[in-house]
Nanobody, 123 residues
Framework: QVRLVESGGGSVQAGGSLRLSCAASRTTSTPYLAWFRQAPEKEREGIAVFSRRTGNTFYADPVKGRFTISFDNAKNTLFLQMNDLEPGDTGMYYC?????????????????WGQGTQVTVSS
């Protein structure tokens, strides 16, 4: 298991930006790292995935073109740069680590989770 600690959430107005961080205790056995979010009364959904081996990324359609996932090897930290935020982006954001052999945004493939950080976007 990997210990993950998110930070960087907050409240912003629509059109604003936030940068989330997720510090990982170790990542040697976690080929994929991802950001999930959960809006009130909705299922937790995977929105961005990063492959540590290839640097390849995946984005869910709602965030494509606005969010960027990245990973700093030296700091063992995953980032999510969120630009042009919309009220629909409001929710709890979680980082997660997967030992899966394929890139996936399926929640069930992720075995380590952070505690979450709240993002609130007002119109």
């Amino acid at each position: 298991q990997v210990r993950l600690v998110e930070s960087g959430g907050g409240s912003v107005q629509a059109g604003g930006s936030l940068r989330l961080s997720c510090a990982a205790s170790r990542t040697t056995s976690t080929p994929y790292l991802a950001w999930f979010r959960q809006a009130p009364e909705k299922e937790r959904e995977g929105i961005a995935v990063f492959s540590r081996r290839t640097g390849n990324t995946f984005y869910a359609d709602p965030v494509k073109g606005r969010f960027t996932i990245s990973f700093d090897n030296a700091k063992n930290t995953l980032f999510l740069q969120m630009n042009d935020l919309e009220p629909g982006d409001t929710g709890m954001y979680y980082c997660a680590a997967s030992t899966s052999t394929v890139m996936t945004s399926d929640r069930g493939s992720y075995t380590s989770w952070g505690q979450g950080t709240q993002v609130t976007v007002s119109s």
